[in-house]
């Protein structure tokens, strides 16, 4: 039996190491074609605690707590496992070898002993719950559909053999030691063999049964290495099995995050790069011709992206959590991972490389895995809606026990998809348009940012009026579009300003100087959107001497903290709930816990994803809602960490959902699910989704008439001033009858507009710049007028000339896109429809004359100005802009006051002259497109082209109140622009007052 043994157990590993030694190798080798990633080896001590405090304590795992455990275990034992098989070869030769030194000591048997007798135990629970979990039984409910279950079983059942044989093997040693007697004798006793010697019983015991003792010795230890070696076999001819691979490829996985703190990679999106290296707006024009934005193949990734996929475990924790995945849509984080990986592996083996990301012709009842990752003989990997369907919640990071890095990679192909390809969900248009017009979604005048302080019955402080700079109040208060424009969002404005001016807070606003953050273009892949409003917030900022921030929007606040510090600026920034739950517990806020504030009602608390899972923000809104007198707090089954998403991060505010169920439907559910009779959020997004979902409810009669949404802030500040903190008291209403909604209107009329859920007819917030309805907040949102980069099919740096003839049909249907909301996603909307690279050479323009007198007189009445340079395209390509501005001053007027048609039709002229955002030429004009129809007779009458120059005074007389044009650097408004400068394509001349070239010449004055 030795002999066998030996001859069987070395041949076998022989196979096996060099089978191993072989797949390590070729695993290497993909990683190595992956792009370089910068910034994974900083703090290397952090790192190791980091990894080491994962692996061996479990800390992600244990998220789900007794699975976790139970993985411990299993986990545990097969380390141990690895002495063990380790210490079967010198047992094929002796018997009676130990380990010297540790073989015989205590700590050391007790240790190998237990592992083995729990590593059995606890993967038997694992396998049962796998087999209870299996898709075929539960479809997409099981986290393990989409999984490769042989491998797990195998897998599973190979740690059951190795665990078990470690106690057969130490009950067949603990017999033959007292077989011999003497010495060996002493030593196997209880205490050295706890729990092998039950095993013992099942061999023969006696000096004459010494040699049947040392063949099954012989014979287990050959088992222990034949299995071992079978697995290594088996893995190694699957490089893409995950569920073995992740137990060598996690700890250089945990150990290469991210965040070399040892955070999860939530909060900030990793920066935009080409070939390892940052790629901002002053590099536009140093791009080689062949460089690659984002990821539109598999080598596009970087090696650690490529690490990524290779160890995700298919454990399917992030599909579980996932809402696209929970509400019918065909993303899955785990299925994403193992399509990727799949693909990496192919074309590594001689495959020929697909594009990542394309479009079936099939629906999701055709089957998730067979259509939308890896279809059979498709030339893509991913269906686009499975890109596209992201939230960005963060939750699938959030229960990554490997952390793998899901967002980042979404956001590489998405920037690929916009960047390059130029293909993106039609709905994406209007939020593109409205960000580069006006710099806010809606496309509302950049002026109106302070129409929610109207009749405030105290003073705001804007910088640059009442106050020079923010070194002389406590905090900068940002207000942010929503907080600006959206009706809701407005009434938590003015409650958040009460209250800090109640609690002798001073603070600061930037009023007009305020522009987007960015942050649903950078979600949605426009990094160049982003990053030209990210550099005119720094440099306002940085002008009015920012330190503190606190704002009302989630977004907002992860953008700011997380995002700004690598484009140049630091900032200490909170969410509202932090800033006023300090103010409470300091004294300075006090809720009255007597009188109409004091009513008894129910509250739970909705988690926004990015100030919970982003930004780790748990526990200060909760505290308010506890401390408000009557109120009882109810939560929901999934909040904090494993709250749900509304459905509206990763720029899906915008996109409207055309597969499965509505995302906020099914968290408004959950809501009402909990009787509460206010449901508050913290965040301006998650207020409309909710609302929208509760409107929807309670119509249909889901939901009682007096259940309502508000923001943490409103009922904080009716609780302080000792109002009614509902629209109606509980039980006032009809049970769900949303028709009946006429007492509930008589009601709230007495309700101070900072308290009151939804808006109403005469309140004060509600202006010509207000979104009102919930429907106009998302996809359906009018972000009209003015020419935009995305009314250009062609590629953003295409000629004009190819653009011709099929864009200027095509642009209409673009625009009516963005307003149609039942718009199929990545259809209709490319951006440029002829999927030329972003930086392909432009050829010589050729520009007809259509209607160019006509688009001249009507661009100043539509755009107001481009939020770069003013009313010109963030990447001009004219040609097709001509009937664009026509049709939509026509019909948004129409849409939004149909019964003031005269009125409305000259309203669309009242933002012209103001001085939010100075007409002009494109953020990144070409110097042969742009200048070519300036040369025109017709284009010389415009008054984009021509009267910003030669109305010289219009740059200087309304100087003081907001400078047109004057360059974009750090003392705008004071050196007069060269010629050419913001008006048109850029001289990049040298001797700039600013000293700017490029892109960053044509910045002009808000």
């Excluded at 590099?283 to 596009?300: H, N, P």
């Excluded at 599909?319 to 984080?333: M, V, Y």
Aim: proline share 6%.
């Amino acid at each position: 039996m030795q002999i066998v043994a030996i001859v069987v157990s070395l041949t076998i590993s022989v196979i096996a190491i060099a089978l191993t030694a072989r797949a390590v190798v070729a695993m290497l080798g993909v990683f190595r074609k992956g792009q370089p990633a910068p910034g994974r080896t900083g703090n290397p001590v952090g790192r190791t605690v980091t990894m080491l405090k994962e692996t061996f304590l479990h800390t992600r795992m244990l998220q789900w707590t007794w699975v976790g455990i139970l993985h411990w275990f299993a986990f545990a034992a097969f380390i141990a496992l690895s002495t063990a098989v380790a210490a079967a070869f010198p047992q094929l030769f002796d018997p009676e070898w130990t380990i010297p030194v540790l073989g015989k000591w205590w700590i050391y048997e007790w240790v190998a002993e237990l592992l083995g007798l729990l590593g059995t135990i606890a993967i038997i629970p694992l396998i049962i719950y796998r087999v209870r979990n299996r898709p075929s039984a539960n479809g997409r409910q099981s986290r393990f559909f989409g999984s490769t279950m042989w491998q797990a079983y195998f897998v599973e059942g190979m740690v059951l053999l190795e665990s078990s044989a470690i106690l057969f093997i130490r009950g067949a040693e603990y017999n033959l030691a007292k077989a011999h007697g003497g010495e060996a004798a002493e030593h196997a006793d209880a205490f050295h063999f706890p729990v092998s010697q039950f095993f013992a019983r099942l061999f023969p015991t006696g000096e004459d049964s010494i040699g049947t003792l040392e063949n099954i010795i012989f014979f287990i230890a050959m088992i222990k290495i034949t299995s071992a070696m079978i697995w290594l076999m088996v893995i190694s001819s699957n490089l893409t099995m995950g569920v073995a691979w992740h137990r060598f490829t996690a700890w250089f996985n945990i150990w290469f995050k991210r965040e070399e703190d040892g955070g999860t990679a939530l909060g900030a999106v990793k920066p935009l790069t080409s070939g390892g290296k940052p790629i901002t707006l002053d590099d536009i024009d140093d791009l080689d011709e062949d460089a690659v934005l984002g990821a539109g193949s598999i080598w596009d990734f970087s090696w650690k992206d490529l690490l990524d996929f290779t160890t995700c475990t298919e454990c399917g924790r992030c599909q579980s959590q996932c809402p696209a995945w929970n509400t019918e849509k065909p993303l899955s984080p785990k299925l994403m991972m193992m399509a990727l990986r799949e693909e990496a592996f192919a074309v590594a083996g001689g495959a020929e490389p697909r594009a990542l990301v394309g479009k079936t012709e099939h629906d999701q009842s055709d089957g998730v895995l067979d259509y939308f990752y890896n279809p059979e003989g498709a030339d893509f990997v991913i269906d686009e809606d499975a890109l596209w369907g992201c939230t960005n919640c963060g939750a699938c990071v959030q229960q990554c026990p490997v952390d793998i890095e899901h967002v980042d990679h979404f956001v590489d192909m998405r920037r690929y998809q916009v960047l390059v390809e130029s293909n993106f969900p039609s709905e994406l248009n209007g939020l593109f348009k409205g960000l580069e017009n006006k710099g806010n979604p809606w496309n509302m005048s950049a002026t109106a940012r302070l129409d929610w302080a109207k009749d405030l019955p105290f003073e705001v402080k804007v910088v640059g009026d009442q106050i020079e700079d923010l070194e002389s109040v406590d905090w900068l208060f940002w207000v942010g579009c929503a907080g600006a424009y959206e009706d809701r969002a407005k009434k938590t404005t003015r409650a958040v300003a009460e209250l800090l001016d109640l609690a002798g807070v001073s603070f600061g606003v930037l009023g007009n100087g305020e522009t987007c953050t960015g942050d649903s273009a950078r979600r949605a892949g426009n990094e160049f959107v982003f990053q030209g409003l990210a550099q005119q917030n720094i440099e306002t900022l940085t002008e009015a001497k920012a330190k503190k921030v606190v704002s009302t929007c989630p977004h907002c606040m992860n953008t700011l903290r997380n995002e700004y510090r690598d484009l140049g600026i630091e900032l200490e920034v909170i969410h509202h709930t932090q800033l006023l739950n300090r103010l409470v517990r300091e004294g300075k806020l006090t809720p009255v816990d007597q009188g109409a504030g004091a009513h008894a009602r129910k509250v739970t608390y909705h988690d926004p994803c990015f100030l919970g899972r982003h930004n780790q923000v748990y526990t200060p809104p909760r505290d308010l809602l506890e401390i408000l007198p009557g109120a009882e707090f109810a939560e929901m089954e999934r909040n904090k960490e494993k709250s749900f998403c509304c459905g509206a991060g990763g720029a899906r505010m915008w996109m409207e959902e055309n597969i499965g169920e509505r995302i906020n439907l099914n968290r408004t559910a959950e809501a009402v699910g909990t009787e509460a009779d206010q449901i508050a959020v913290g965040c301006p997004f998650c207020r409309v989704m909710l609302s929208d979902g509760l409107t929807k409810m309670q119509a249909d009669g889901d939901a009682r008439e007096e259940v309502e949404v508000l923001d943490v802030a409103q009922m904080l500040l009716a609780s302080v001033k000792g109002v009614q903190a509902t629209k109606l008291a509980p039980g006032a209403g009809a049970p769900a009858q949303a028709k009946k909604a006429a007492p509930a209107a008589k009601d709230a009329a007495k309700q101070s507009v900072e308290t009151k859920a939804e808006p109403e007819q005469g309140d004060v917030t509600i202006t010509e710049d207000t979104v009102v309805a919930t429907e106009d907040a998302g996809p359906a949102a009018k972000a009209s007028g003015g020419s935009s980069m995305f009314d250009d099919p062609g590629s953003m740096f295409d000629s004009p000339t190819e653009a011709k003839a099929a864009p200027a049909e095509k642009a209409e249907p673009a625009e009516s896109g963005a307003a149609e909301s039942k718009a199929a996603p990545a259809e209709g909307g490319s951006l440029f429809d002829d999927s030329s690279s972003l930086f392909d050479s432009p050829a010589p323009a050729e520009k007809s004359a259509e209607k160019p007198a006509e688009k001249a007189a009507e661009k100043p009445d539509t755009s107001g100005g481009s939020l770069f340079d003013g009313g010109g395209s963030l990447f001009d390509t004219p040609a097709p802009e001509a009937p664009k501005p026509a049709a939509k001053a026509a019909e948004e007027p129409a849409a939004e006051k149909p019964a003031e048609e005269p009125a409305a039709k000259a309203e669309p002229a009242a933002p012209a002259p103001t001085a939010d955002l100075s007409g002009g030429g494109s953020l990144f004009d070409l110097e042969a497109p742009a200048e070519a129809p300036k040369a025109e007779a017709p284009k010389a009458e415009a008054p984009k082209a021509e009267a910003p120059k030669a109305e010289a005074p219009k740059a200087e007389a309304p100087k003081a109140e907001a400078p047109k044009a004057a360059c974009g650097g750090p003392e705008r408004g004071r050196i007069p622009l060269r010629p050419g400068c913001a008006r048109g394509t850029c001289p990049r001349s040298e001797g700039c007052p600013r000293g700017c070239t490029g892109a960053r010449a044509r910045r002009v004055e808000r």
